[in-house]
């Protein structure tokens, strides 16, 4: 500046990001490359996984002083999830219980409020495909479980894995755009799991009359998160 320029980009000395820098430009195209190769050799891909770290884990808080937040111990929360993302690794990929796995990937990204979760592609191997709907049911459930025969699943389900309440029923939910839910809950009920054309199965929501109460609101099988 003092020599009289006055283009900021001239300024400073320019350094290209090596492929071998992680999350640098070159290193993402080459990850995106691999994947795209991976869907060229073995097919596209069968399941798609997400594990979410929580921050009510016993292993996070028990390591943690009373007066602490999750968010602001990141150090103790990526180690936590890092180990639970090895396990269900092993799980899926040595354990085989989705089926034997041809090739997969997977990314790991960060929440606004500092918590990691990772998203699996699966692709696997020709015997392991699903090609029924009634295979599907078999590794994914879109209705509330039986209280009685699986209470700890049912209680699972029913602290994490129901949407809402929004709509009628909560018009000012985060969810809510133009007066619908953005994520298309609440959704019809369906007696059986139907495979559509080049996108997500339809998934069996029977009307049981099953329902619990969540947020002050009633809600059945058609919120359920799949």
Partial sequence: MASGESEAS?????????ATFIGGPRNMRRKYIDAMALVQKFGKPDLFLTLTCNPN????????????ETHNRADLVVRVFHAKLELFKNEILKKNIFGKVAAYTYVIEF????????????????????????????????????EHSNPHLHKMFVKHMLHGACG????????????TCKNSYPKEFCHETNQTNDAY?????????????????KLDNRWVVP
Avoid at 10 to 18: D, F, Q, R
Avoid at 114 to 141: Q, R, S
Avoid at 201 to 217: F, L
């Fill in 10 to 18: 001239a300024i400073g000395k320019c350094v290209v990001l090596p």
């Fill in 57 to 68: 884990w016993p292993e996070i808080r028990q390591h943690m002083m009373a007066h602490e």
């Fill in 201 to 217: 199965p339809t998934y069996r929501r029977r009307n049981n009359g099953v329902s619990v109460i969540v947020r002050g609101a």
């Fill in 111 to 146: 929440q606004k409020r500092g918590l990691p979760h990772a998203h699996f592609l699966l692709i696997l191997e020709h015997d392991f495909k699903m090609y029924e709907p009634k295979e599907y049911d078999e590794i994914v459930c879109a209705e509330l479980p039986n």
């Fill in 168 to 179: 009628n029923l909560n018009p000012k939910n985060v969810c809510m755009k133009n007066g």
